[in-house]
């Protein structure tokens, strides 16, 4: 996979790149991440990329014009699955987005900045808008951030073990069930019995019912998805 990433601000967005699982895709060569800045489009020798909005208003808006020429000229070199715009004013990321986008070649993220981007860009080339949730951020460098690991760590073979995604929340509309390590007695405090009986039927058993109990309580929502 390739996963292109337009930014005002490439140095936010880096570090969770360089660490931890998404590091070791990266390593692995199961994904290349690319950050395109977007002032190396600006519209002239003062770096101007945004202008403030017609019909009056605060904010600065992303203009057209710098975003035209970056986005047309990746679209020049290869064929994107998806060209996804990050913004609060959208559907929300969710585990089977995630999922969808995890099977892709190609994705171009257009992450947003100050009052967000004009319009005209969202309606001519995006394909796909995402929020990650009903707040906003300053911009969407982290959002993209938080799209890009929920996509990258479900490519397969980016998991050492391929069973953990697979058991992570959400995978089939439910909350994980509770994990427990040793020792099986801290102080008093116990492991529950099942999960030291060897017993592998009655340890799943268990967990899909607490999974269920504790979806019910927290998120039932997601039992009616
Ligand atoms: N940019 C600002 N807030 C955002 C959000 N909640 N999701 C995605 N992009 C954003």
Same mark, same amino acid.
């Given at each position: 996979m390739r996963i292109d990433i337009i930014t005002v601000a490439p140095e936010l967005i &880096?570090?969770?790149?360089?660490?931890s699982i998404i590091k070791r895709a990266i390593d692995k060569g199961f994904v290349e991440v690319h950050f395109h800045n977007l002032r190396a489009y600006a519209l002239n020798k003062y770096g101007q990329i945004d202008d403030m909005q017609f019909g009056g208003g605060a904010g600065m808006v992303l203009m057209i014009e710098p975003l035209d020429k970056c986005i047309s000229q990746l679209l020049a070199t290869r064929t994107y699955d998806e060209v996804i715009y990050l913004t609060p004013d959208a559907p929300t990321l969710n585990q089977h987005i995630a999922n969808s986008l995890s099977l892709k070649e190609n994705i171009l993220i257009l992450t947003g900045h100050? &009052?967000?981007?004009?319009?005209r860009v969202r309606d001519k080339f995006i394909t796909k808008e995402l929020s990650i949730g009903d707040y906003v951020l300053s911009g969407g460098e982290i959002a993209a951030a938080v799209l890009c690991d929920a996509i990258i760590r479900l490519?397969?073979?980016?998991?050492?073990?391929?069973t953990s995604a697979l058991t992570d929340?959400?995978?089939?509309n439910l909350l994980a069930p509770p994990v427990y390590t040793r020792p099986a007695d801290y102080k008093g405090l116990k492991v529950p019995e099942v999960l030291l009986s060897g017993n592998f039927k009655k340890i799943d058993e268990w967990r899909l019912e607490q999974s269920y109990k504790k979806t019910q309580t927290l998120r039932p929502d997601l039992l009616n998805d």
């Open positions: &880096k570090s969770p790149f360089e660490y100050y &009052k967000g981007v004009d319009q490519i397969p073979g980016v998991l050492g073990d391929e929340s959400f995978q089939d």
